[in-house]
């Protein structure tokens, strides 16, 4: 059995310097991803309640150095989604922001998270 930390995709933050992915490109290119700081408590049960469901989410956590790049784009992509601010952590599903930690609990508890999982094929059963 693969501890649970070791069964997330972790993907590594490229600057625009570099010409590499962009967080926007991160969103676009996963069906789920989780964003947060590194080492955020909240972060970690967003991770925990998915990875718990049966979900392998993409994560994106970034350092303090690079907050202000990631949460500009971060609010850039929210508006284009209808949503004028993004808080930490931030889920994208399907591409588009889906919320933070209480509307992933809130849905959850409803019992409407995982059709839309599925809808997205970020769950397969």
Request: charged letters at 25%; proline letters at 5%.
């Amino acid at each position: 059995m693969v501890p649970a930390a070791e069964s997330l995709r972790p993907l590594p933050l490229k600057t625009q310097e570099t010409g590499e992915s962009s967080v926007r490109t991160l969103v676009e290119e996963n069906a789920l991803i989780v964003i947060g700081r590194r080492g955020c408590c909240m972060c970690h049960v967003v991770k925990s309640l998915l990875l718990g469901l049966g979900v392998n989410p993409a994560v994106l956590e970034f350092v303090e150095e690079k907050e202000e790049e990631v949460m500009s784009e971060l609010e850039r992509i929210g508006v284009e989604g209808g949503r004028e601010t993004v808080k930490l952590p931030a889920v994208y599903i399907g591409g588009r922001l889906f919320g933070g930690l209480d509307r992933v609990m809130a849905t959850h508890i409803s019992g409407e998270l995982v059709p839309i999982l599925k809808d997205v094929g970020a769950l397969w059963l």
